[in-house]
Nanobody, 118 residues
């Protein structure tokens, strides 16, 4: 079994910062990538940022220059540093883990709420 535990969400004013963390535990072998998705009310879940086991990163255009994804492979942990937050960043943020086994297997965290409001 694989578990993903997220932390770091909360309420922040526009222009503020938050740091999300997600740690994977259990049968963690051959991580292909870890990342963050978000889902706002009434909208589809969308990719925010992802990082491969080799360190290649990918960002949604809406967060480029404001968010930074990083990982600690020894701890099976991925981080999302979010700066210059905007009200439109308000959403539930989900951690995503892709394991490279016979094909890619995807796991999701339960999500953490990020609210940007004055």
């Amino acid at each position: 079994q694989v578990q993903l535990v997220e932390s770091g969400g909360g309420l922040v004013q526009p222009g503020g910062s938050l740091r999300l963390s997600c740690t994977a535990s259990g049968s963690i072998l051959r991580i292909a990538a870890m990342g963050w998705y978000r889902q706002a009310p009434g909208k589809q879940r969308e990719l925010v940022a992802a990082i491969t086991s080799g360190g290649t990163t990918n960002y949604a255009d809406s967060v480029k220059g404001r968010f930074t994804i990083s990982s600690d492979n020894a701890k099976n942990t991925v981080y999302l540093q979010m700066n210059s937050l905007k009200p439109e960043d308000t959403a539930v943020y989900y951690c995503n883990l892709k394991l490279n086994r016979i094909g890619i297997i995807t796991y999701w965290g339960r999500g953490t709420q990020v609210t940007v409001s004055s």
